[in-house]
Nanobody, 125 residues
Framework: QLQASGGGLVQAGVSLRLSCAAS????????MAWFRQAPGKEREFVAT????????YYADSVKGRFTISRDNAKNTVYLQMNNLKPEDTALYYC????????????????????WGQGTLVTVSS
């Protein structure tokens, strides 16, 4: 089970940190990712991190502004979002997959089995 939190209504330019708490014994061997879905749009990839945290990959739209990290001792993955823009407004979902990691594979939503309920981020201009 995945529980995402940390969303809110903020102004452009500020920061937010999303958290995703996972239950279950396989978190520390799971690739984790964040996806988002804006109103009227399809779900899109945001960021992913390997089970060890050594490898990460980002969508071009968030590269340099967002940072994904994880704390396996706390079974939690984070998404630090800086310099938020109105186009970042979306429902943000965390997802857990298997142990395999590659940029191409791990940025594809169909490769994730477990999904959180989403946390809403709204950025006003």
């Amino acid at each position: 089970q995945l529980q995402a939190s940390g969303g809110g209504l903020v102004q452009a330019g500020v920061s937010l940190r999303l958290s995703c708490a996972a239950s279950g014994r396989t978190f520390d061997v799971s690739t984790m990712a964040w996806f988002r879905q804006a109103p009227g749009k399809e779900r899109e990839f945001v960021a992913t991190i390997s089970w060890s945290g050594a490898r990460t990959y980002y969508a071009d739209s968030v590269k340099g502004r967002f940072t994904i990290s994880r704390d396996n001792a706390k079974n939690t993955v984070y998404l630090q979002m800086n310099n938020l823009k109105p186009e970042d407004t979306a429902l943000y979902y965390c997802a857990a997959g298997g142990g395999y990691f590659s940029a191409n594979y791990s940025s594809t939503s169909k490769n994730y089995v477990y999904w959180g309920q989403g946390t809403l981020v709204t950025v006003s201009s």
